[in-house]
């Protein structure tokens, strides 16, 4: 079955330790991207990567980082989480378009 | 700076009637639109995507039109169901796909029976 797969799905953590959320995609789609979701605010684009070791900033990646090394999977890392970062981040892939999103994970910045 | 906009508020309708979802854009000159439905807790789903070349497109009681003068998009749901309501997002995208995508913050429908 084509999917997206978040993990964790939910992570309730402290300010300031180090968390990386996995995504990963059996579509051998090129293009992922990462967003948050926040009430009033909608999806907002963190970073995307068009390929392997090409990625590039969205609209609101102070605080992120992303790195491909593979084709499948594309890790969001928070090096020092702080509450503002408390959201619902989605993960997405796809071949030129649409997008196919993952269920999404919950973070909460203590 | 780009914007896009969407009926902020919630949209309720009865059950049957015809259901009419706005995306207006500015500054900004998409080569296609999509919509996406979004159920709570969960990713958005896609529905339809519309060209800049193409006036309107259908997928059963679904309909898109894209009116590049105007700079928007309508959505229409036809026969509406309770299983219709959701939040539906527009995301108006340049060619190739490859490019830094933007949302709009999206309109929850309701539909009662």
């Known amino acids: 079955e084509a999917q997206v797969t978040q993990n964790p799905r939910y992570l309730i953590t402290v300010t300031g330790k180090k968390l990386t959320v996995t995504c990963s995609q059996n579509m051998n789609h090129e293009y992922m991207s990462w967003y948050r979701q926040d009430p009033g605010l909608g999806l907002r684009q963190i970073y995307y990567s068009m390929n392997v070791e090409v990625t590039d900033k969205g609209d609101v990646p102070e605080g992120y980082k992303v790195s491909r090394k593979e084709k499948r999977n594309f890790p969001l890392i928070l090096e020092s989480p702080s509450p503002n970062q408390t959201s619902l981040y989605f993960c997405a892939s796809s071949y030129n378009q649409p997008q196919h999103f993952g269920d999404g994970t919950r973070l909460s910045i203590l | ?113």
């Open chain 2, 1 to 113: 700076s780009q914007k896009i906009e969407q009926n902020s508020e919630a949209l309720n309708i009865q059950e049957g009637k015809t259901a009419t979802l706005t995306c207006n854009y500015t500054n900004y000159s998409p080569a296609y639109l999509q919509w996406y439905r979004q159920d709570p807790g969960r990713g958005p789903v896609f529905l339809l995507l519309i060209r800049e070349n193409e006036k309107e497109k259908r997928k059963e009681r679904l309909k898109v039109t894209f009116d590049t003068t105007l700079k928007q998009s309508l959505f229409h749901i036809t026969a509406s169901q309770p299983a219709d309501s959701a939040t539906y997002l527009c995301a108006p995208s340049k060619l190739g796909g490859y490019q830094k995508v933007t949302f709009g913050t999206g309109t929850k429908l309701q539909v009662i029976p």
